[in-house]
């Protein structure tokens, strides 16, 4: 925390990159990508009121709270962890349950099992956190058995405000490759992976959902207006080892070991390893996907190209007032069309 507070306090310097709180103000705090639930809540406290205090809510968040959410397992979420979150300001939690399957999460080394999950999400409620968050892993190997409508209806069941859906992929170097290697067990299964997240769609919209974006469906009024953020292209600061930031125009990194991170923080010096200049092309193609990923779709500058009219053909996209948004069958295909898009050089 002292390390992350220092990093926040040295943004705020006249020509630091990352330069501080962004001209627009702060309208969310995402403690996350990691496991911050593990820190201890005076801990948490003490980090949100450096960061509320560093700068004015934006416009976004006047007359609104902040967005304030929190990483967690299952696992650490006690009803005196959750009261302490609660009075620290976090209004949010995302939680990681991944699956309701006791043998599947044995299979992940998670250190939950599936009764956990509702033990935390009741922990949350009890604690005045409302708006819960749930993360599920889709096309799973084959082995596994797992009954993908089964978690779908559990995770339903809970009445959670938001889920968020990650197909599995496998990352070199990583246990899961060691064993598609060895052939232990089989890679993800493309058509499964498209059966499972188009049942989804249908299964969540039966009930109340509706997907916003690529991966992730909520309730009314419930959208991740962080998240929502980045995909619309807003500026945002990172702190800690490995966080990102944006500020329009270019994008940094932090070192991401610890203890190089800590160093540089110590020694006065930048955290932050690298940037990238982003040239107009580079912005003008993540413009196309970032807005490709939104069910508010890409507004049109000019008549579709050739490729979006085919794809509308196929029912992956459709071109009305103005905008070209993606299916549930588009989004399977999202790279390629923005692939296509690029390569023809097209501005939309």
């Known amino acids: 925390m002292d390390a992350v507070l220092a990093e926040l306090q040295r943004s705020a310097d006249p020509g630091a990159a990352p330069r501080g709180i962004p001209d627009e103000g702060l309208g969310t705090i995402y403690l996350g990508g990691g496991t911050p639930s ?19 809510p934006g416009p976004a968040a006047r007359g609104d709270r902040i967005e304030i959410t929190l ?4 696992e ?5 962890a959750a009261r302490a979150w609660r009075a620290a300001g976090v209004n949010r939690v995302s939680l ?60 339903v069941a809970l009445h959670p405000s938001h889920l968020s859906l990650y197909g599995l992929t496998v990352e070199p170097r990583t246990p899961l490759d060691r064993w598609i290697s060895r052939g232990a067990v089989q ?16 299964r969540l919209l039966a009930v109340g959902y509706q997907f916003y974006e690529v991966s992730n469906a909520a309730r009314d009024g419930h959208r991740s207006r962080h998240n929502s953020a980045y995909w619309s292209g807003r500026p945002y600061l990172g702190l800690g080892p490995a966080a990102h930031s944006f500020d329009g125009h270019a994008r940094r990194w932090n070192l991401s070991a610890w203890e190089a991170y800590r160093r ?9 390893e690298s940037e990238e200049v982003l040239t107009d092309e580079q912005r003008e193609t993540e413009r196309t996907y970032l807005a490709l990923r939104t069910i508010e779709g ?18 992956w996209v459709e071109a009305t007032n103005g905008r070209l948004r993606c299916t549930p069958e588009g989004w399977l295909r999202l790279d390629s069309l923005v692939r296509d898009l690029t390569v023809q050089g097209s501005r939309l």
Do not use: C
Request: proline fraction near 9%; charged fraction near 25%; avoid cysteine.
């Open 76 to 80: 650490d979420v006690t009803p005196d």
């Open 298 to 315: 890409l507004p049109l500058r000019r008549p579709p190209p050739p490729s979006a009219a085919l794809w509308a053909a196929r029912g």
């Open 264 to 272: 540089a923080i110590a020694e006065g010096r930048s955290a932050v």
């Open 71 to 74: 990483e967690a397992n299952p």
């Open 187 to 202: 890679p993800p299964d493309d058509t499964r992976y498209a059966d499972e997240y188009l049942f989804a769609h249908r």
């Open 38 to 56: 593990l820190l201890p809540p005076e801990a948490i406290a003490t980090l949100l009121s450096e960061l509320i205090g560093s700068a004015d």
């Open 96 to 155: 990681g349950a991944q699956s309701f399957d006791d043998r599947v999460l044995k299979w992940m080394h998670r250190s939950h099992d599936a009764a956990r999950i509702g033990a935390a999400v009741h922990a949350l409620r009890g604690a005045g956190i409302d708006n819960i968050s749930l993360d599920l892993i889709f096309a799973l190997p084959e082995e596994l058995q797992r009954d993908w409508e089964r978690d779908l209806d559990m995770a």
